[in-house]
């Protein structure tokens, strides 16, 4: 290890009590083996480092923001590892308006990033509950998806190039903002989603946009999910691709955002089952355009009430409710956490299904179901019994929470589905990965990681055993 030393000098590795948030895990779920965590400030430093582990087999896990629920940041199993934070890379080094192109570094903050881009009066649209934390290379890495999935896709379809270094040490750059390049296989795509088992990715060419003169957010109460989708499609045809994100609400998840954030208020008097949160953006007159639709909906009893952002204020508000959500579901106790995908058209049924599953498990259990109704991605929350605390409950039910996991992902794969959406697989769904992909699919994964890092050095136990 003094030879990593010797590359980003002392200042630069932490040990210990030091460096004991980065052996942490969001949700409270994991606690990671205490690592030497080194943090490189160059491409440069991160090549001479994985140069070096690479010849004397010592593992290397990347580290983006610390937010991934799914244990990739980790390491669970052993010691002899070395955590590689790309937080100090957290530059721009570029913006190009004529190209639509910003090139950042992989520790830049997702905020920071808009930020940065609303200053060139552009806009880059992947967005999350955990913006202010999350990096560019971490969503990257996990092909992280967010709230304008609908529109705009996920962070791979953001992603025009990739710079990274490779196992051996290599630098692979790929950053050219050409939105035509057909050269053989995609490595950027190869490495997004590739949760740092192939590579470090340690900048990215992204797409910026133009902003909307014009942005509308929509809070609407509603019976059921049926009626969601009723209304997603109605919508769809109303507004088009001017549709930038529709999130699905329980009233329970509701319920628990205001009573642990007292000075969030309900939108209506009354308390509903369901509720959407619509988002849509695009030129002058749109707003007038997304109340009609709505109207319509109403009439069409799609919809039982709708209240409309006013004001900017008003607008931060409402997704504030989304925004959260996930802190909610962690401090009522939430035990289980769900990250799955099924086709849009089978969302009704995912919800009721899955709730029926939880429940044969265990009869007392609650789930708070929410999620990106535009794209098929529900997280199931689950929490204990009414007035139990967590531990305990999970001390008298031991395997507990592996039993709910496993109902969830039968319950998706029932209808079509993915058991990860937008977090990937980490070490937490690794055996679920193994146990439900295919035969072809998990030889041909193997393959991949075997011919591109040999020695396994790249966040070994990650997505592969």
Not at 180 to 199: A, F, P, Q, V
């Amino acid at each position: 290890m003094n030879d990593i030393r010797s590359i980003v000098g002392d200042a630069a590795c932490r040990s210990g009590a030091d460096a004991a948030r980065y052996f942490e895990d969001p949700r409270g779920s994991f606690t990671g083996r205490d690592c030497l965590v080194v943090l490189p400030e160059t491409t440069a430093q991160v090549s001479q480092i994985v140069r070096l582990c690479n010849a004397n087999g010592i593992a290397i896990i990347p580290y983006g923001g610390g937010t991934g629920v799914v244990a990739g940041q980790l390491s669970l199993d052993s010691n002899d590892a070395i955590i590689l934070s790309l937080e100090r890379m957290n530059r721009v080094r570029s913006v190009s308006p004529d190209d639509f192109v910003m090139v950042a570094e992989a520790g830049c903050v997702l905020e920071n990033i808009h930020a940065e881009a609303a200053r060139h009066d552009l806009m880059f649209p992947l967005s999350m509950a955990s913006k202010g934390s999350c990096t560019i290379g971490g969503n990257l890495a996990t092909n992280a998806g967010g709230i304008q999935v609908l529109r705009h896709g996920n962070a791979r379809d953001l992603c025009l190039g990739i710079e990274a270094v490779m196992p051996s040490g290599e630098v692979l750059e790929e950053l050219s903002p050409l939105r035509k390049n057909n050269t053989g296989y995609d490595l950027r795509h190869l490495l997004i989603g590739s949760e740092g088992t192939l590579g470090i990715i340690t900048a990215a060419s992204l797409m910026l946009k133009p902003r909307d003169p014009e942005a509308v957010t929509a809070f609407c109460a509603i019976t059921s999910p049926a009626d969601a989708l009723r209304t997603l499609r109605a919508l769809r045809r109303a507004i088009g691709n001017r549709m930038n994100g529709m999130e699905l609400m329980s009233g329970f998840g509701v319920g628990l955002v205001c009573r642990h954030f007292p000075t969030l208020r309900k939108p209506f008097a009354g308390d509903h089952d369901w509720y959407l949160l619509i988002d849509t953006a695009g030129n002058r007159g749109l707003r007038d355009e997304t109340e009609a639709a709505l109207a319509d909906c109403i009439e069409q009893g799609f919809v039982i009430d709708v209240v409309m952002a006013e004001s900017e204020a008003q607008r931060d508000a409402l997704w504030t409710l989304r925004e959260h959500t996930p802190e909610a579901n962690h401090r009522t106790g939430a035990f289980c956490s769900s990250d799955t995908a099924v086709p849009i058209g089978r969302i009704d049924a995912f919800v009721s299904r899955t709730h029926a599953a939880v429940t044969a498990v265990h009869q007392g259990l609650r789930t708070n179901s929410y999620g990106h109704i535009g794209d098929g991605n529900i997280h199931h929350n689950v929490f204990p019994p009414e007035g139990m605390a967590k531990s305990d409950f999970l001390q008298a039910h031991p395997g507990i929470a592996n039993r709910v996991r496993e109902a969830i992902n039968e319950a998706t794969l029932s209808l079509g589905g993915s058991i990860s959406a937008e977090h990937g697989i980490g070490r937490l769904k690794r055996n679920d990965l193994k146990k439900h992909a295919s035969a072809s699919k998990m030889t041909v994964l193997r393959q991949i990681k075997q011919a591109i890092d040999p020695n396994n050095i790249m966040n070994p136990g990650a997505l592969l055993d």
